[in-house]
């Protein structure tokens, strides 16, 4: 019976629902032995360190991931990253496909003059300093402002809102890395602007998102009415209104309605900002923000500018992927056709794909198209290319399914007695220490 060996490189939703629709494509006669490779110790992508920590049960997606790690033809090998660890050339004869399932981590910039001043960040930064990546422990994360300015109108952009506008006591039961958790206790940040380029009926928020704002304990969410208003009478006049924009004009109709608690925190939305400049002398002190309007469905630049001050700029508007030695990228993304990349026997899935759009479920039917794509491309015979272990180099610790395990358990073992959910271990060799 035909037994195909598919590496997975990425443990992220990608290659979860990569290896599960794998697995529930096998038959008698197709057998699919799983290796997927991810460069850190710890597994789950975005799950673990993208989704806010105030969001626990959208986590709960990890439970299906183990489960599809449980297979006995599923192997992990953890802590080995694929471009610098081992090279994709040396990945590729040994499987009968690979697929790239590493996602899209790195912010893009707003191109705007003083970018690069200590206090203005991206999103791609400061969530995973927040929610315990290794390699953004070390953020500089400025909170002795009080106010602090978010650039972009998705939920990535609503969820560094929220983390910097809430009452820290709200993380305290949370799995929020401990260095951020004690730097949100300290901070003096009260006031969290959101500014988005276009109108609310353009936003990329989604309106369950939206919705929990009003019944947040401790803060006070701000729009304007007559910018709701405003935003529902252009909808209206430029035709149907599509289901999701209605969904968040209702929500937005509901924020500007409630009645605000007099809060000493706040979170304000600003639309038809675009920022233009970031000032400061050696640290971010200012934003200046070109305002827009709407002019026969076209934002327009009207010429005015209101400036912002602050500490802590905070950008989300997008990311694109980081370069991997021996893949070729095109738009942010790995180059593909539907996930193909033509000419190998490599496949992409996820974000690494698609770019970042999509909830974690798109990634599942995702995953189920492009297997499907790569069950048609096998050759009738497996290729039986030799064991990828032998050219892993022996000074890198691989972190197996069993070693991830012991993590998952020992930082689940730490939450207990505190009431958190778990508490993430940050240091790559003590997670390392673990594993043993
Ligand atoms: C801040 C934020 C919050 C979000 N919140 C939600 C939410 O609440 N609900 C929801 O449904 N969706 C949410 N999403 C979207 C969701 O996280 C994504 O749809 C999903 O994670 C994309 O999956 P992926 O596997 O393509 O990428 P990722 O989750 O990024 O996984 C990629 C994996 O590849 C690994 N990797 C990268 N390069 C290499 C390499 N060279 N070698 C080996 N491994 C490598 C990475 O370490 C990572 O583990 C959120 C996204 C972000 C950014």
């Known amino acids: 019976m035909p037994h195909y060996k598919i590496a997975i490189v990425g443990a992220g939703p990608a290659g979860y629902f990569t290896a599960q629709a794998l697995q529930s494509a096998q038959s008698e006669d ?80 707003l191109g705007i003059p003083g970018e690069e001043l200590p206090g203005s960040l991206s999103a791609a930064e400061f969530v995973p300093w927040y929610n315990g990546h290794p390699d953004y422990v070390n953020v500089k994360v400025p909170l002795d402002g009080d106010t602090a300015v978010i650039i972009g109108a998705g939920n990535v952009a609503m969820d560094c809102a929220r983390i910097l506008a809430l009452n820290p006591t709200e993380l305290d039961s949370t799995d929020t890395a401990l260095h951020a958790l004690a730097a949100l206790h300290a901070s003096n940040i009260r006031k969290v602007y959101i500014a988005g380029r276009r109108g609310p009926e353009h936003a990329a928020f989604t309106s369950p998102e939206l919705r929990e704002l009003p019944k947040l304990e401790h803060t006070d969410v701000v729009i304007d009415a007559t910018e709701v208003h405003d935003a529902h009478e252009r909808a209206l006049a430029a035709g149907e209104i599509e289901k999701h924009t209605a969904a968040n004009l209702e929500a937005w109709r509901l924020i500007a309605e409630h009645p605000r608690a007099g809060h000493e925190r706040s979170m304000e939305f600003h639309f038809l900002s675009a920022p233009k400049e970031i000032r400061g002398n050696g640290r971010v002190e200012e934003v200046i923000f070109g305002i827009n309007e709407i002019r026969a469905g076209k934002v327009v630049d009207t010429g005015e500018t209101r400036s912002i001050k602050t500490n802590l700029v905070i950008s989300a508007i997008g990311y694109h992927s980081d370069y991997i030695k021996g893949v070729s990228f ?53 290729k039986n290319g030799g064991d990828i272990t032998v050219v892993i180099p022996l000074s ?26 778990r508490i993430k271990e940050v240091v790559i060799p003590e997670l390392i220490s673990l594993a043993e």
Not at 88 to 97: F, L, N, Q, S, V
Not at 354 to 380: W, Y
Not at 406 to 421: H, L, R, T, Y
Request: proline share 6%; hydrophobic share 40%; glycine share 10%.
């Open 30 to 109: 197709l057998i699919f032995s799983i290796d997927m490779f991810e460069r850190l110790p710890t597994m789950w992508g975005l799950v673990r360190s993208g989704v806010a920590p105030d969001h626990p049960k959208i986590k709960s997606v990890s439970k299906v991931f183990e489960k599809i790690a449980s297979d006995p033809n599923f192997r992990l090998f953890g802590n080995v990253e694929v471009g610098k660890d081992i090279d994709i050339e040396e990945i590729c004869p040994r499987y009968d496909a690979v697929v790239m399932c590493t996602g899209s981590s790195i912010g893009r910039k």
């Open 330 to 382: 095109r738009d942010g993304k790995v180059e593909n056709d539907n996930g193909r990349v033509l000419g190998t026997n490599i496949y992409t899935v996820g974000w690494a794909k698609r770019g970042p759009s999509g909830v974690i479920g798109t990634n599942k039917s995702d995953a189920a198209d492009v297997v499907k794509l790569l069950i048609e491309d096998l050759d009738p015979e497996p």
């Open 396 to 421: 890198i610790p691989i972190i197996d399914q069993t070693g991830w395990t012991k993590i998952n358990e020992a930082e689940i073992a730490a939450g207990v007695v505190v009431g958190k959910p």
